[in-house]
């Protein structure tokens, strides 16, 4: 008896021909349940599967009425098409499930990739048993799967590219969802990888898509990680300041106001700390780093920091510059410029009034001096005599802290002493032209004028016998610390007085090259 073209004749037989089809649809439905129980993030994908479950068996129920009523053609390929969207749409299902929900349960997480490539597979495999069932010979596209292979393979080169460079992303950690990444002018987080193409979220709310083959080829950062290191970015913020401030001092304030200031999202270390970066034409650029522990709150951390910065310099009555043109109108007559330089001038001579070397020295003495002043700054580090160099020049310090070495034979330093401001260092070189005794550094910022023997030279031409008051003085001061060290008797210290106070008036003489009545005057 001849098999009719469609052998659907009722219901009954409908429903007795595809029981493994509506097994198949309890199980998608039970899978489906479960993903949308336990898997709340996954409900849109779900959704959108069981919409295509639900198209499909809607299709096989109109095919089997159209095949009662004798509409076979169409029934025929509606029945077809449906059970084609049916596979796909379980095959997807069926994947929503091992990868999102079985797989996880049992502590295995694979590459969001390998899923997507698993389902095409899968898809492929269905379409391949679906044309063999529809009485598709498959043998000859076989034959030819050589010249389909570079055709396919031409025409879909980007997608290869895509897929491949997925994988190569993800297989050597080259990035991995969550990572902060940087191409270009794109930055943000890595919220998804995919088979086509990386998902990156900005702060903006914004998802960028971009091709894996791109990141493949371009260059990119990945923000914030290195390897042994907790999560976090070092931030730059920059400012200016006028050249009428010290750099050390804006340093320093800038760096405690950040480190002390306890602001959330800076890490404690590495610690913050600031840099004197270039000279610009009206200020001095300085940059602030800190490293920040919550990446997405780049911004709103560097005006928290700019904030302090800003609040510290004001405190210290310190303000951020901006371009600016000085134009002087000012018209300088004869009497300005005379009270610009007894300004000056005072200012100098009460420094030479701070050391004692220069007591005896009257008022045109000092005010002389003083013009010949040079006015020396140093900052932290800085090294204001070696010991064992020649330099005929005396330091008078303004303000700032100094240490004092004594330089060891095996190469180490040992600190004899630490200088507070108003004092002067050097006098021995100035005077005597020895080498230093001993190194000076700068344990902070210093200011500082500096003498030189030229300038000193015209004084004592003038007046020799000062020679006798200065040696007398460099005497008391290096008797002093010879008795401090050996603890001499008053007879011992007397005699060695008289010798150091006229050993020193020899050098002095012998340095300056006085005549005989700076040696007669100490007679």
């Not at 709103?300 to 371009?323: F, K």
Request: overall charge neutral; charged content about 20%.
């Amino acid at each position: 008896m001849p098999r009719p073209e469609f052998p659907w004749n009722d219901f009954h037989t409908f429903a007795m021909q595809n029981k493994q089809f509506g097994l198949l649809l309890i199980v998608a439905l039970i899978i489906a349940v479960s993903l949308w129980r336990w898997r709340p993030q996954d409900r849109k994908p779900v959704k959108a599967t069981l919409l295509f479950l639900t198209i499909a068996l809607s299709g096989i129920l109109l095919s089997a009425v159209l095949a009662a009523l004798d509409v076979d053609p169409f029934a025929r390929g509606l029945h077809k098409t449906s059970v084609f969207v049916g596979g796909m749409a379980g095959i997807r299902l069926f994947g929503l499930f091992l990868f999102r929900l079985v797989l996880p349960l049992c502590r295995i997480n694979l590459l969001r990739i390998l899923e997507d490539l698993a389902e095409l597979a899968g898809y492929c495999t269905w379409l391949m048993i679906y044309l063999h069932a529809a009485g598709l010979n498959l043998s000859g596209i076989i034959t030819t799967s050589a010249v389909m292979t570079a055709v396919l393979a031409f025409s879909m080169q980007d997608t290869l590219g895509n897929i491949l460079g997925g994988l190569a992303l993800q297989l050597d950690n080259s990035i991995k969802v969550g990572d902060w990444i940087k191409v270009d002018d794109v930055n943000g987080r890595v919220s998804d990888i995919r088979w086509r193409y990386t998902a990156i979220e900005t702060r903006n709310w914004e998802t960028i898509v971009i091709p894996n083959s791109l990141l493949m080829k371009g260059k990119f950062s990945v923000i914030g990680r290195r390897s042994g290191q907790p999560l976090q970015w070092r931030r730059w913020v920059y400012f200016d300041v006028s050249y009428d401030h010290l750099a050390g001092k804006v340093v320093n304030i800038a760096q405690n106001a950040i480190r002390n200031g306890h602001i959330a999202n800076v890490a404690d270390a590495p610690a913050a700390n600031c840099l004197l970066m270039d000279f610009t034409s009206s200020a001095s650029r300085y940059a602030l780093r800190y490293w920040l522990t919550d990446i997405e709150a780049d911004e709103a951390t560097d005006s928290e920091v700019r904030a302090r910065i800003y609040a510290a310099l004001q405190r210290a009555g310190i303000s951020l510059s901006y371009p600016q043109y000085h134009i002087h109108l000012t018209n300088k007559d004869d009497q300005y410029e005379q009270n610009e330089r007894q300004r000056r001038l005072k200012e100098r001579i009460d420094a030479l009034q701070q050391v004692e070397l220069f007591n005896t020295l009257h008022d045109d003495e000092l005010a002389e001096i003083a013009e010949q002043l040079v006015y020396a700054p140093f900052v932290k580090g800085d090294i204001l005599m070696h010991q064992g160099e020649v330099a005929h020049w005396l330091y008078i310090i303004i303000s700032g802290v100094t240490d004092i070495f004594l330089e060891l034979p095996d190469g180490g330093r040992r600190l004899i002493d630490t200088t507070h401001g108003s004092c002067f260092l050097g006098e021995m070189g100035l005077m005597t032209g020895d080498p230093r005794s001993a190194t000076v550094i700068a344990q902070s910022e210093v200011l500082a004028y500096r003498l030189n023997k030229n300038s000193f030279q015209k004084i004592l031409d003038k007046r020799p016998e000062l020679a006798v008051e200065i040696s007398n003085l460099l005497a008391h001061r290096r008797v002093g610390i010879d008795n401090w060290q050996q603890q001499l008797d008053s007879e011992s210290l007397a005699r060695l007085m008289v010798q150091q106070q006229s050993t020193l008036l020899e050098q002095i003489s012998s340095f300056f090259r006085l005549g005989s009545s700076g040696k007669s005057s100490g007679g």
